[in-house]
């Protein structure tokens, strides 16, 4: 089985602030890896797909990048919207989650 | 609309059953396979189960593999999940996620219902 380990499980910023958020897998899985944003009381919402293809309708500040075993999710300058949590979900096999980043208003 | 719209949670003791069901519209269901996702509440995501277009090939999570059972019946467009010796650990939030499928695979989730709450106790 896939691990995946995301990290910071919290992350305090402020609105314009650029943040960055990792995945890594316990082996490479190519591209294969999409990143959600989920807000309370509702369903994860696709933002990233293969690694790096932003969702149809999502933000340009969203972006992310890497292959293999290591990825990043980056918000270029967050708005009020974003403060919510962050999942990747790596799909080369099976689906395995990472564990969600917190992103906090500082 | 494209949507999926849950059903069939509630408080259920340890041992007992209960069957979920997922309701699809807006997509050519029999064109996608389906999953199963649950998520303890506050807690991160964990595939349970998924089936494919025809429901010949099904597939589960070892932490389910035994007791869950998945179907589903294209001309009704809908899926369904049999939960069968409930245990606490199975208390979640459970969600009905299509993939993104082309002639090559399925792959990332790009459709999530809003999920139906399963609580497991005495």
């Known amino acids: 089985d896939i691990q995946v380990t995301q990290s910071p499980s919290t992350l305090s910023a402020s609105v314009g602030d650029r943040v960055t958020i990792t995945c890594r897998t316990s082996?490479?899985?190519?591209?294969?890896l999409a990143w959600y944003q989920q807000k309370p009381g509702k369903a994860p919402k696709l933002l990233i797909y293969k690694a790096s293809i932003l969702e149809s309708g999502v933000p340009s500040r969203f972006s992310g990048s890497g292959s293999g075993t290591e990825f990043t999710l980056t918000i270029s300058s967050l708005q009020p919207d974003d403060f919510a949590t962050y999942f990747c979900?790596?799909?080369?096999?099976?689906?395995?989650f990472g564990q969600g980043t917190k992103l906090e208003i500082k | 609309e494209v949507q999926l719209v849950e059903s069939g949670g509630s408080v259920v003791r340890p041992g007992g059953s209960l069957r979920l069901s997922c309701a699809a519209s807006g997509f050519t269901f029999d064109d996608y396979d389906m999953s199963w996702v649950r998520q303890v509440p506050g807690k991160g995501l964990e595939w349970v189960s998924g089936?494919?277009?025809?429901?010949?090939?099904?597939s589960y999570a070892d932490s389910v593999k035994g007791r869950f059972t998945i179907s589903r019946d294209n001309a009704k467009n809908s899926l369904y999940l049999q939960m069968n010796s409930l245990r606490g650990e199975d208390t979640a939030v459970y969600y009905c996620a299509k993939p993104y499928c082309n002639d090559s695979g399925c792959y990332h989730f790009d459709l999530w219902g809003q999920g139906t709450l399963v609580s497991v106790s005495s």
């Open positions: 089936i494919n277009w025809n429901g010949d090939s099904r």
């Open positions: 082996q490479s899985i190519s591209r294969w």
């Open positions: 979900e790596e799909y080369s096999s099976y689906y395995n």
